[in-house]
Each structure stands twice: as C-alpha cells, then as structure tokens.
C-alpha cells in the first residue's frame, strides 16, 4: 500500500506551531520589531552587494561631494539619497557597513559575556562554599566600574603595549570593555537558577549514581537555566550597541576610518548647527531603530517564556 502519512513538517513550520511561534503571530509589536531587526540585519550583512558606495574605498571618495544634502531635498545629488558626510561617503551606504560594525560588536561582546557569566554562575551556584563567596565578591567589584572606565583603561594600557595595531585595537578594546561589564548579570541569574536546580530530585539522582560534576552541570543543570539566560542576552545586545556607540562617540571606540554608528554620529554633531543635519540624524535614527527593535523582542521573548506574565 502507498504510503499516506503526511511528509513531516519543515523546522519553521514546527517553530511556528509551538507556544513561542503563536505567540509571536499573535504580537503585533513583536512582528513589527522583528521585521524592523530583520531589515536592519539583512541591509548590514549584504552591506557589500547592497549599498550604492563602499566608504571604504577611499579612491572613490572626493572631496567635492562632502557634506551633499539629501537627494529629496533641494541641491541634493541623485546619487546620494541621504546626503553626505564631511569625507564625501554616502551616508546611506556608511549607515550600512556602520550597522554592520556595531551588530559584529554587540554580538561579540554579548557572546563573550554570556560564556564569562554562565560559567562563573554554574560554578558559583553548584559549588558554593568559599567559591561562591569569591565570584559574588568579584561581581560586587566589577559593578563599581562602568564600561566607559574600563575602555579607557583598556585603551590607554593597549596603546602603550601596541601603538601601531590602532584600528585592531580599537575593536579589541569596544569588544573586551562592553564583555568584562556586562557577564556579571549573567553570573548572578544563573547562580540563582542553580541553587534552585542542585536541590531538585534529578541532580540529587545524578549524584548518587556517580556522575561528575561538571557533567552536571553540563548535562543536566545548564539547559534548565537558558531561559532567563536567553530573554537577558537578547535585551543585552541593544545595550552593547548603545555602549559601542557611545564609546565610539567619545573616541575610545571605533577609529574614525571605521564608520560606525557611533563615529559617524560623533563626526555629524560638530556640523549639526551649521546646517548639515543629516550627517548625525540618520545614524542617529538607525541607532534608535536597531536598539528599540530588540529591546521590544526582548520583551517579548521574556513574556513568552514565562507563562504567568501572559
């Protein structure tokens, strides 16, 4: 007989049939912000096939055509829908490859964050003792520093030790500050989620039968603290972007070869009373438009992952 059973369904069919792919179809803000993200991912990962000019090719840059107005409003230039900035890059192509940088930061300093304060947490969590006095302790210390001080420590101590890897080290110094600031919110989450979890039958069945513990941990604790691990690294990333461009901002950041968010803002706002306004705005916008869409899907995803918030 021909086989009738129905071919199974593809990964995105099953993720939008379960609880967390209804949720989404039925968030109106959800939807809008994850398609504002997407938008925003796609036009930075395909900067180098999307955007009309590439900022980093300084033999196509002229002098001529710094500070163009929008090509809507009067004098712009048809080739520059968003005018451009003091070098003659296209602001629309800048806020591109820009958004590329800070997305490559935040997400690399969130990553490196959440591998830092997972594993602190799990060790302080499931050990305890004197251990889990030392890394609170350390995470007290580490909270009385602000990212902007640690950047310009890191800065300062990197450009004596390598003062000619500048643009490397700028990157460096935005990825390692935003991450040595930003794992002690993960280390103290998972610790709690795993002083709840060590009592539970199933660890206590695990230690019984001999089972290590960082297998555990590993095996059996990590997964059933993800979730808020999950919700906090997603509200992260719009803080680690805003973090970059502040930096950026202030000149520790991003080199000003590099157009960032942030150092394109910086360099707009010595023109912002002149009259030359788009140089600042529209990088200013993108940043407000990438920051509000995550912080809106971390809001959600912290809504749909905890059912008594429904």
């Not at 059973?5 to 609880?19: F, G, Q, V």
Request: glycine letters at 10%; charged letters at 10%.
């Amino acid at each position: 007989m021909p086989d009738t059973s129905p071919p199974p369904a593809s990964w995105l069919a099953r993720w939008l049939a379960s609880d967390i792919g209804h949720s989404l179809r039925h968030s109106p803000t959800a939807l809008l912000a994850a398609g504002i993200a997407l938008v925003c991912v796609l036009g930075a990962v395909g900067a180098p096939w999307l955007a009309p000019h590439n900022p980093f090719d300084l033999s196509t840059l002229e002098l001529s055509n710094a500070r163009l107005p929008p090509a809507w409003s009067e004098g712009g230039s048809a080739r520059f829908l968003l005018g451009t900035d003091d070098q003659g890059r296209d602001i629309l192509s800048a806020l591109m490859y820009g958004a590329r940088i800070s997305l490559a930061v935040g997400l690399a300093s969130v990553l490196l964050s959440v591998l830092l304060g997972v594993t602190l947490g799990l060790l302080a969590g499931y050990l305890g003792g004197w251990v889990d006095a030392l890394l609170m302790r350390l995470c007290d210390v580490m909270l009385s520093f602000p990212a902007i001080l640690v950047a310009l420590l890191i800065a300062g101590v990197g450009r004596a030790l390598f003062p000619n890897a500048h643009e490397t080290l700028a990157f460096g110094v935005l990825i390692a500050s935003i991450a040595l600031t930003g794992w002690v919110q993960y280390a103290r989450t998972v610790r709690g989620s795993t002083l709840v979890e060590r009592n539970k039958e199933y660890v206590q069945a695990a230690r019984v039968t001999g089972v290590a513990p960082l297998r555990i941990m590993r095996r059996h604790v990590l997964p059933n603290v993800l979730g808020p691990v999950l919700v906090l690294a997603t509200i992260q990333i719009a803080t680690a972007i805003l973090t970059e461009a502040t930096l950026s901002f202030l000149g520790v950041g991003a080199p000003p070869t590099s157009p960032s968010l942030g150092t394109l803002i910086r360099v707009g706002n010595d023109y912002l009373f002149s009259g030359e306004w788009w140089i600042t705005i529209f990088p200013g916008l993108m940043l407000v438009l990438i920051a509000l869409s995550v912080n809106l899907l971390g809001d959600w995803l912290r809504d749909a992952l905890n059912p008594r918030l429904q």
